[in-house]
């Protein structure tokens, strides 16, 4: 990367942190602070106010992002990041559950995910993009265990409205960063491989692999939001004091995160992604089994924790490789434009259900809940296909390469270890699916009149 890009890299992931940061630091804490506002005393509502903000997320990410290659991506970005500053405010000086839930919903139309990631692909060039990607990717996971560690402790010092209202005043920050640290491009253009096509939709909506894929991550979350719709309150029960509860997140937080990075590199290096992934989803299933049939002891939840945050972190690093593996080349931002809107239903559904479960029938029957939604998973997940080793390669063309884009595609595509070609003369770009262990590359630059 050139020093603009990583400049550019830098500070988009810092900004997704931000924002991040200031949705994860309720989860631990919500549910036990909650109850002190008026009716708060219904978990049913509880789960609705946590889970309202993925709502709002599904429903508008995919338009903000076709918004943003319109009227600008950085004028996007502003409006969404006042829009989730305002609804902070607003949740953090509510004193009713109702009036957390509308903040909450204002919180998730503040959409940006899509109109972000449009502009790291304006400011990175097609080679560097994937690694680009990744330091968001890697940001929201560091950003995810911060908070389950410093939310019980913040709830303790400054209370949920202190949370609210530092979550705002970091949007206000994201603001401030947008317009003086993060680079305006040149000339914002459409990338097949970061943004979302409405052409592509329904290709990619009928595709059964993505379709697994989908639900996958549906699955996933709605399960760790009805987790959080009663977690905190089992945890109390169990005698960990609310300022203590990180010290239950930490340790098997950690101990997920260090065991599934072998996990992964297997799974990459060795072509056995279908194996971990099947793997993650049986332990997972375990999880749920084991929550629902009781957590009365400190080892119980240890336990059974453990086992969740373990798989939840190989299934959280892998499925997003599964997509870009899976996804026709051309069509890849729009596949993962559906995934993470996919991503945002589920939290709302488990927000939502996990409450309603929690308030009429206690925790052991969310958790036998999320273990039916796993166990579908596991179910589906057995007709995955297997993702070849691949890797996904773009390069910028010349007009007069790009006359005859047909031909070039058909051409690319019968050389050896390439898997899938796509020449999209709209974006000036060749993108191609090739074996990781090599392929004819030599040949490739000549055709695509490129420098050996």
């Known amino acids: 990367m050139n020093a603009l890009e990583l400049r550019a890299s830098l500070s988009l ?15 631990p804490v919500f549910a036990l602070y909650a109850q002190k506002l008026g009716g708060g005393e219904n978990h049913s509502m509880i789960g609705l106010a946590l889970g309202a903000y993925g709502a ?7 338009p903000f992002g076709m918004l943003s290659d319109r009227i600008g991506r950085k004028k996007v970005i502003y409006i969404g990041l006042a829009l989730f500053a305002a609804g902070s405010f607003v949740a953090g000086h509510a004193d009713t559950v109702t009036g957390v839930m509308i903040g909450r919903i204002i919180q998730g139309s503040g959409a940006i995910s899509a109109a972000i990631t449009a502009l790291l692909a304006d400011l990175t060039r097609e080679e560097h993009r994937t690694r680009a990607m990744a330091m968001i990717g890697g940001t929201i996971g560091v950003t995810f265990a911060i908070s389950l560690v410093a939310g019980p402790l913040l709830a303790h010092w400054i209370g949920l409205t202190g949370i609210f209202d530092l979550t705002g005043v970091l949007a206000v920050l994201a603001i401030i960063g947008t317009w003086r640290i993060i680079p305006d491009p040149s000339r914002s253009t459409f990338h097949s491989d970061a943004e979302a096509n409405p052409k592509r939709l329904p290709h990619v909506l009928r595709d059964p692999q993505l379709q697994r894929l989908n639900y996958g991550v549906f699955a996933l ?146 958790y036998a809940f999320c273990a039916i939604l796993i166990g579908i998973w596991l179910i589906v997940t057995f007709g995955l296909r297997p993702p070849l080793p691949v890797r996904t390669l773009m390069f910028h063309l010349d007009d007069e390469v790009l006359a005859d884009a047909s031909d070039l595609a058909r051409q690319l595509s019968q050389l050896e270890g390439v898997k899938e070609a796509s020449v999209i003369r709209e974006e000036g770009v060749a993108m191609l699916k090739v074996l990781r262990d090599g392929w004819d590359e030599a040949t490739g630059r000549q055709l695509m009149r490129l420098p050996a």
């Open 13 to 27: 992931a810092g900004l997704y942190g931000l924002r991040m940061l200031g949705l994860f630091l309720i989860l």
């Open 56 to 62: 709002t997320q599904a429903l508008l990410q995919l």
């Open 221 to 366: 979350h709605a399960a760790q939001m009805a987790l959080f719709a009663s977690m905190p309150l089992v945890l109390e029960r169990a005698g960990f004091a609310r300022d203590n509860h990180w010290q239950v997140y930490l340790p098997v937080m950690v101990i997920g995160f260090v065991l599934m990075i072998p996990a992964v590199i297997i799974g990459e290096t060795r072509n056995k992604l279908k194996q971990v992934f099947l793997a993650a989803v049986t332990v997972m299933l375990i999880a749920q089994l084991g929550m629902s049939t009781g957590l009365d002891t400190q080892l119980q939840i240890y336990g059974w924790l453990g086992l969740y945050f373990l798989a939840f972190n190989i299934l959280e690093a892998t499925q997003p490789s599964l997509i870009s593996k899976l996804a026709p080349a051309e069509a890849k931002g729009t596949a993962m434009g559906v995934y993470n809107t996919t991503q945002s239903l589920g939290m709302a559904v488990g927000g939502a259900s996990g409450g309603w479960l929690y308030h009429h029938g206690g925790a052991p029957v969310v």
